[in-house]
Nanobody, 126 residues
Framework: QVQLVESGGGLVQAGGSLRVSCAVS????????MGWFRRTPGKEREFVAA????????YYADSVKGRFTISKDNAKNTVYLQMNSLKPEDTAVYYC???????????????????WGQGTQVTVSS
């Protein structure tokens, strides 16, 4: 079992920056991807970014590429999402998620993630 706790959300003006964190605890030895997703009311979960747990390969949605950076600190068992040049359309609840290694894996498919945090609200004002 893996537990994920997000923090660091808040209110920021357009063009500003924010870093959200995801503290990971429990049985992480099976983790392959750590991902960030976001959801706005009435919309499906949207892939934002992912990182492989062992090799730190990164993946980004086109909408955030060049503005967001995913990283991790293995010593602290924490995954970060640094968000720069924020836009009002980035407003959402941001969730981190853990995907175990299994025959079918995908960094971008939320249905293949096994564990989810409770989410943290990010609001970007115009």
């Amino acid at each position: 079992q893996v537990q994920l706790v997000e923090s660091g959300g808040g209110l920021v003006q357009a063009g500003g920056s924010l870093r959200v964190s995801c503290a990971v605890s429990g049985r992480t030895f099976g983790t392959y991807y750590m991902g960030w997703f976001r959801r706005t009311p009435g919309k499906e979960r949207e892939f934002v970014a992912a990182i492989t747990w062992s090799s730190s390969l990164t993946y980004y949605a086109d909408s955030v590429k060049g503005r967001f950076t995913i990283s991790k600190d293995n010593a602290k068992n924490t995954v970060y999402l640094q968000m720069n040049s924020l836009k009002p359309e980035d407003t959402a609840v941001y969730y981190c998620a853990d995907q175990n290694k299994k025959p079918a894996i995908s960094a971008r498919n939320p249905t293949l993630y096994d564990y989810w945090g409770q989410g943290t609200q990010v609001t970007v004002s115009s």
